[in-house]
């Protein structure tokens, strides 16, 4: 079956280090997101992607980046961890733009320390 | 930042009682998500409205959809344990996809 994984699972990492958390989905969707969610807050967009080589900034995407050098995978990188990054992330992707439900990976949970 | 409020932030509930949550926008939009996070997990999809005025049923849920497509609702009647869970609204914003902050649902037994 068709999934969305991310990894590691959970991650402890020192402040001013760079992390980077893995996403990979076998549905061959061009579309893919990245989310931190924190209490009080909900979902918040980091980066998207709409396709091999398209990154574009969400709303909270200061401190961190995402490369997409082909459709399966769209890892996200803190360049100096802080431990304002400490969070949850989730990866999603979905098959185009516009009226498709989301798939998201099991969430990654970030400590910087 | 977020293009939606939901309302409440929090819901207890009685088992056995009804609630509704609210997610309201101050534009026009052309369709809304509802997913669905239980504790410790993932947001999964539950359903998406695309017509004004649409209502849609799943089981004891009930989601609808404005006139004026700038707010939503979902109903749940009859509440039981496994509706426990923080409970998502989405919104396709220059087709990103955003999402409000969530209604967090407890139950008492």
């Known amino acids: 079956d068709a999934e969305i994984t991310q990894s590691p699972r959970h991650k402890i990492t020192e402040t001013g280090r760079q992390v980077t958390l893995a996403c990979h989905q076998t549905?061959?969707?061009?579309?893919m997101f990245w989310y931190r969610q924190d209490l009080g807050h909900g979902l918040r967009l980091i980066h998207y992607s709409y396709g091999v080589q398209d990154t574009n900034k969400g709303e909270v995407s200061d401190g961190y980046s995402v490369s997409r050098s082909n459709t399966e995978d769209l890892p996200l990188t803190l360049e100096s961890a802080a431990s304002s990054q400490t969070s949850v992330y989730f990866c999603?992707?979905?098959?185009?733009?516009?009226?498709?439900?989301?798939?998201f990976g099991q969430g990654t949970r970030l400590t910087v320390v | 930042g977020q293009q939606v409020m939901q309302i409440p932030q929090y819901q207890h509930v009685q088992e056995g009682e009804d609630f509704t949550t609210y997610c309201n926008s101050s534009t026009t939009l052309s369709n809304i998500q509802w997913y669905k996070q239980r504790p410790g997990g993932h947001p999964v999809f539950l359903i998406q409205l695309v017509k004004s005025g649409e209502v849609k049923k799943q089981k004891r849920l009930t989601f609808q959809f404005g006139e004026a497509k700038k707010n939503s609702s979902l109903h749940i009647t009859a509440t039981q344990t496994t509706d426990v869970g923080t409970y998502f609204c989405a919104v396709n914003n220059d087709y990103k996809l955003s999402f409000g902050a969530g209604t967090t649902v407890t139950v008492r037994a």
């Open positions: 999603a992707s979905r098959r185009d733009r516009g009226n498709t439900e989301a798939f």
């Open positions: 549905w061959n969707h061009n579309n």
